[in-house]
């Protein structure tokens, strides 16, 4: 059965840091992977999603990999803005699945 | 439409009663799905529509739970004689069959289900 964890849960920086947010899944058989964020009170935004073909994809501030044998995601952000506070989550579509299996999520507070 | 939309953004009801849910997906999107979202705790898939292909029901967490899709439109999750363990946030999605490995998915808002 598929798992994804993320670390760390909870994780507070000064504005203009470079961070790391991590996302690990047990069974590398995916389709894809997608990066989301998810504001309080409010549903879930897509930020990136990464085909298990590829490595990386990149918006913005924002770069994601992917090492698909290790279990392994990153979700880099640049630069760090106040605005960028919320929750973030990571879903891997399994292949002998339809469902997507999502991570707890990593709550990232930036302060001005 | 311009996005998922979800209604009752919020429901209070006792224990006991029944309660429905509504999902109204993106125009053209023939994949949706239903998740729960217990309060501090990730996304719990219930249930996954896809045209008109029987739905996936392997996340539906009792028979208390049912779900009903019109067509490739409109899909209704109904919770029968609530439970306070139902209290949750209720999130909608719904995605464009691109191909697997493209598929996004556009969440809603989520309806916020209390039962005292």
């Known amino acids: 059965k598929q798992e994804v964890t993320q670390i760390p849960a909870a994780l507070s920086v000064p504005e203009g840091e470079n961070l790391v947010l991590n996302c690990s899944f047990t069974?590398?058989?995916?389709?894809?992977l997608q990066w989301f964020r998810q504001d309080p009170g409010k549903g879930l935004t897509s930020l990136l999603l990464?085909?298990?073909?590829?490595r990386e994809q990149t918006s913005g501030r924002l770069n994601a990999s992917l090492d698909k044998s290790s279990g392994r995601s990153t979700l880099y952000i640049a630069a760090s803005q106040p605005g960028d506070s919320a929750t973030y989550l990571c879903?891997?579509?399994?292949?002998?699945?339809?469902?997507?299996?999502f991570g707890p999520g990593t709550r990232l507070s930036v302060l001005p | 439409g311009a996005g998922v939309s979800q209604s009752p953004s919020n429901k209070v009801t006792e224990k006991g009663k029944d309660v429905e849910l509504r999902c109204d997906p993106i125009?053209?999107?023939?994949?949706l799905y239903w998740y729960r979202q217990r309060l501090g705790q990730g996304l719990e898939f219930l249930i996954y529509?896809?045209?008109?292909?029987?739905?996936?029901k392997s996340g539906l967490p009792s028979d208390r739970f049912s779900a009903e899709r019109t067509g490739e439109s409109v899909s209704t999750l109904t919770i029968q004689r609530t439970q306070q363990e139902d209290s949750a946030v209720y999130l909608c999605?719904?995605?464009?069959?691109?191909?697997?490995?493209?598929?996004?998915?556009?969440f809603g808002p989520g309806t916020r289900l209390l039962v005292l």
């Open positions: 529509f896809q045209g008109n292909s029987a739905p996936d």
């Open positions: 125009s053209g999107h023939t994949a």
């Open positions: 069974d590398s058989a995916i389709y894809n």
């Open positions: 999605a719904s995605s464009s069959r691109q191909g697997v490995a493209l598929e996004t998915q556009y």
């Open positions: 990464i085909q298990s073909s590829q």
């Open positions: 879903a891997v579509r399994p292949i002998d699945g339809q469902n997507f299996v």
